[in-house]
């Protein structure tokens, strides 16, 4: 049963230090996404790789955030440093997306990594 | 900014009850989505529609899109305790790219026992 992890799964930090989040995608998806979910703004796109390279990073603050993917199964997300607005549960999601196929972009979604900087 | 506005924000039934919940733009979409969220868990896909006036069946759910691709209901019958979740919208812009998918902000249903 293929399914998207992310470790860990939650992190509490203080205000200043280093954050990083873990991502393995499907095996054989061919787009990784990072969100973030917050009461107020729900589910925000941050960023997403397509065959592993960056498309779209636009909706992350590029002061602080940096999204990558080393290899095919692993991508990362880190903050540096963290603040108290950055509180909130990121997800990592994978797809085999066809980009110009209407409908044909379903969206597995990981567990998510509940983060607390205090 | 092309939001999807989602309504009732938040909804509490007893077991048994129908409801309805919307989701609304002013923007076209090209397709769009359901998605049911589990506390702790990332959302998981219910179905995508793509064609105006589309109606699509699930067991007891039933989507709908909008004859204009501008908005879509999703109804439950005969609610169980088993549907309580955040249910999410989201949706591609016409025109827009594959990749990005714009979430409304969900209707969090509760159905009692």
């Known amino acids: 049963d293929a399914r998207v992890t992310q470790t860990p799964r939650h992190k509490v930090t203080e205000m200043g230090q280093e954050v990083t989040m873990r991502c393995q995608p499907i095996?054989?998806?061919?787009?990784v996404f990072w969100y973030r979910q917050t009461m107020m703004q729900g589910l925000e796109l941050l960023a997403y790789?397509?065959?592993?390279?960056?498309?779209?990073d636009s909706g992350m603050p590029k002061d602080r955030f940096s999204a990558e993917m080393p290899d095919a199964t692993l991508a990362t997300l880190k903050i540096q440093p963290s603040e108290p607005r950055d509180s909130a549960v990121y997800f990592c999601?994978?797809?085999?997306?066809?980009?110009?196929?209407?409908?044909?972009?379903?969206?597995?979604f990981g567990p998510g990594t509940r983060l607390t900087v205090l | 900014t092309q939001l999807l506005e989602q309504s009732p924000q938040f909804l509490s039934i007893q077991e048994g009850e129908n409801l309805t919940v919307y989701c609304n733009s002013s923007?076209?979409?090209?397709?769009l989505q359901w998605y049911r969220q589990e506390p702790g868990e990332g959302p998981v896909l219910l179905v995508t529609?793509?064609?105006?006036?589309e109606v699509k069946k699930l067991k007891r759910l039933t989507f709908q899109f909008g004859d204009a691709r501008k908005d879509s209901s999703l109804h439950i019958t005969a609610a169980q305790p088993g549907d309580t979740g955040l249910y999410l919208c989201?949706?591609?812009?016409?025109?827009?790219?594959?990749?990005?998918?714009?979430f409304g902000k969900g209707t969090l249903l509760t159905v009692n026992p």
């Open positions: 999601a994978s797809g085999q997306i066809m980009r110009t196929v209407r409908g044909h972009n379903e969206q597995f």
């Open positions: 095996l054989g998806h061919n787009t």
């Open positions: 790789f397509r065959n592993r390279a960056p498309l779209d």
């Open positions: 923007s076209v979409f090209s397709s």
């Open positions: 529609v793509v064609t105006g006036g």
């Open positions: 989201a949706g591609v812009h016409s025109g827009g790219s594959n990749y990005k998918l714009t």
